[in-house]
């Protein structure tokens, strides 16, 4: 069982710039991919960014230059940094541990780009 705690989102103005981070507890050997993907009113959750225990990392191309993924593999945590955000990125944030044999979620977190 993994447990997957999200913090730092929140309200930025266009342009802005915000935190996430998601680190994970529990019984397991190894996480494989951590991720971060998003959930807009009405659509579907869509992969943002994903990085793999090597520091292999994969962005959606429309975060590609703006966002960036970490991780902290000693602390099973992953960072989100979030730059020149966009309305269109205002969406609910979901953490994910892929465990090759089991996928974990995150409980979310708002972000919201609006002026």
């Known amino acids: 069982q993994v447990r997957l705690v999200e913090s730092g989102g929140g309200l930025v103005q266009p342009g802005g710039s915000l935190r996430l981070s998601c680190t994970a507890s529990?019984?397991?050997?190894?996480?494989?991919?951590m991720g971060w993907y998003r959930q807009a009113p009405g659509k579907q959750r869509e992969l943002v960014a994903t990085?793999?225990?090597?520091?292999?990392?994969n962005y959606a191309d429309s975060v590609k230059g703006r966002f960036t993924i970490s991780r902290d593999n000693a602390k099973n945590a992953v960072t989100l940094q979030m730059n020149s955000l966009k309305p269109e990125d205002t969406a609910v944030y979901y953490c994910?541990?892929?465990?090759?044999?089991?996928?974990?979620w995150g409980q979310g977190t708002q972000v919201t780009v609006s002026s």
């Open positions: 994910n541990a892929d465990l090759a044999t089991m996928h974990y």
């Open positions: 529990g019984s397991f050997y190894m996480i494989y991919v």
């Open positions: 990085v793999t225990s090597g520091g292999t990392t």
